[in-house]
């Protein structure tokens, strides 16, 4: 009869203790906190609360418990080795023949925890783990990129579902590397960095948290180590690929084999851009920007092309995010100035994109001033637009910077305003010569009077800034006529020519008015 009583306890319980009425173990038998351990032998004879972390509420609770009465739940933290503790709960009952001792059950919840993970924080979400990816990578390079699946939430009420979290969120911050933090990718994806040494089976984990609240968890983990002595830049843009497939609509099946992939393909075409910039084997193709009410050419956007003709958009972004761009801005900067020296280039001028990345030391600056040193002249024929693909850091150091530019004579011009949330800090903090009216806007400003009436308070604010506009993408003399009736001055697009590898100054749809091949002065 005892071994059947004993039997029916130990399928409620992982550990069955007697207290006495000082608090100290009389009895106890079962597993202990860790795996291996007998709680007979670790606690016997000592009392309860030296083996809980801040166990008193729970010994206030015993000494509550009625002869005959079964008393609650308690949620208890066990010792479980230095620094850590293992999540449990405790029932208590009183036998009247054996008072005032008391009989208490003891089921582990979950794997052991740091008890610094016990204040468990809120899990990141995607952009903030990118964000923060570059610190966690420099403070441990030697890391594994870890993606954990977890179904079963979706039709849990919600008091339960916040209690799964909970233990969802205390089991992945636990197995998160030293200094990072897990975050949740999609409703059923998250991720996290972990140590390299770290065995433990997170999945299984997990599905144990959700037995503890009474929940059948479905999860799968998986992780690719990042590269020793790797580029962490290439890492991180790798990373970025890999959860930025995850959050599409169709989610990403593999995602570690995505990373593994991307970072390969990184690397790749990083040696690739690199190798181009320095062997200069990239085109420059010239667009003209020009006067709306003459037709006559202002000036050329001096566009990289790459291997058949391709637009430079995601090579751009990928030197931005791998640090590569002020080489990358500094060599198209030479070759457009080549072809501004050539034989028979009269006074063209030539419009140069610089990322706000460049700006960030005054690396782009000096080099720039360094190149048109030898003659001045043709600083006085230069502009340069500042573009808000990768933002300015100090913005107030970029404008010491842009105005060591102006001293010299070269312009500065705002590209694509009015595209993002910077543009009118960028106006306010920056001093420069024109903004360059983003296309988006252009290509509604017939049909959207919303957008019409912000491309009147752009020129009407440019106007009293004393700053000149320019459109771009500009395809129909519907357009046109519109934007000379709401001021904007100087004009770019497919209807007055496509960037060609050669300077055109003489557009087919020139006003006959013009002296042929003349080209205006800047400002």
Request: with cysteine.
């Given at each position: ?316 972004r990928m030197a931005e995010e791998l640090d590569m761009i002020e080489s990358f801005d500094l060599a198209v900067a030479e070759k457009v100035l080549k072809r501004m020296r050539a034989p028979g280039a009269g006074l063209l001028k030539m419009a140069i994109n610089v990322s706000g990345a460049s700006l960030g030391d005054d690396t782009y600056v000096e080099h720039l ?65 024109a903004v360059k009216i983003d296309g988006a806007l252009i290509r509604e400003v017939q049909t959207d009077e919303v957008v019409r009436n912000m491309v009147r308070s752009i020129v009407e604010l440019s106007r009293s800034l004393k700053l000149e506009t320019i459109a771009e993408m500009i395809e129909t003399e519907e357009v046109v006529t519109e934007l ?40």
């Amino acid at each position: 009869m005892t071994t059947r009583l004993l039997g029916l306890a130990f399928a409620s319980a992982d550990a069955l203790v007697e207290i006495d009425a000082e608090g100290r173990v009389a009895f106890a038998l079962g597993a202990g906190p860790l795996p291996g351990t007998d709680v007979g032998a670790l606690w016997t004879g000592k009392p309860l609360v030296t083996f809980l972390h801040e166990g008193y509420g729970a010994l206030e609770l015993l000494l509550q418990t009625k002869a005959g009465a079964r008393s609650p739940a308690a949620q208890i933290l066990v010792q479980a080795g230095p620094g850590r503790v293992r999540r449990a709960s405790l029932r208590a009952f009183i036998l009247p023949q054996l008072a005032p001792s008391i009989s208490c059950s003891i089921a582990y919840e979950g794997p052991a925890i740091a008890v610094d993970s016990l204040e468990t924080p809120p899990l990141l979400d995607a952009e903030t783990f990118l964000a923060d990816a570059a610190r966690v990578v420099a403070l441990s390079p030697s890391l594994s990129l870890a993606f954990l699946d977890i179904r079963g939430l979706e039709d849990l009420a919600a008091e339960v579902a916040e209690k799964v979290q909970r233990r969802i969120e205390a089991t992945l911050q636990s197995a998160a590397a030293q200094g990072s933090s897990a975050a949740q990718i999609t409703s059923e994806r998250y991720a996290l960095f972990r140590s390299p040494g770290d065995t433990r089976d997170l999945a299984a984990e997990v599905v144990e948290a959700g037995r503890a609240e009474g929940v059948d968890l479905d999860a799968e983990s998986f992780a690719s180590n990042l590269p020793d002595g790797g580029d962490t830049l290439c890492v991180l843009r790798a990373m970025r690929y890999a959860i930025e497939a995850c959050l599409k609509d169709d989610g990403l099946a593999n995602p570690q084999v995505a990373f593994s992939e991307a970072l390969k393909r990184t690397f790749r075409d990083a040696e690739a851009f690199r190798a181009v910039v320095k062997s200069r084997e990239f085109q420059v193709h010239y667009q003209p920007i020009v006067q709306l009410s003459s037709r006559a050419v202002h000036h050329f956007e001096a566009l990289a092309r790459f291997s058949a003709g391709a637009g430079p958009a995601n090579a751009i972004r990928m030197a931005e995010e791998l640090d590569m761009i002020e080489s990358f801005d500094l060599a198209v900067a030479e070759k457009v100035l080549k072809r501004m020296r050539a034989p028979g280039a009269g006074l063209l001028k030539m419009a140069i994109n610089v990322s706000g990345a460049s700006l960030g030391d005054d690396t782009y600056v000096e080099h720039l001033l360094q190149m048109t040193a030898g003659s001045p002249a043709d600083r006085k024929r230069l502009i340069v637009e500042i573009t808000e693909t990768s933002a300015l850091a100090d913005i107030g150091a970029a404008n010491r910077r842009l105005a060591a530019l102006r001293e010299t004579g070269i312009k500065v011009c705002i590209d694509d305003f009015g595209s993002g949330a910077a543009s009118y800090d960028y106006l306010r903090k920056l001093s420069v010569d024109a903004v360059k009216i983003d296309g988006a806007l252009i290509r509604e400003v017939q049909t959207d009077e919303v957008v019409r009436n912000m491309v009147r308070s752009i020129v009407e604010l440019s106007r009293s800034l004393k700053l000149e506009t320019i459109a771009e993408m500009i395809e129909t003399e519907e357009v046109v006529t519109e934007l000379k009736g709401l001021g904007v001055e100087y004009g770019q697009g497919w209807l007055f020519g496509r960037a060609e590898a050669e300077p055109r100054t003489q557009l087919a749809s020139a006003a006959p008015v013009r002296r042929r091949g003349a080209v205006e002065a800047w400002g």
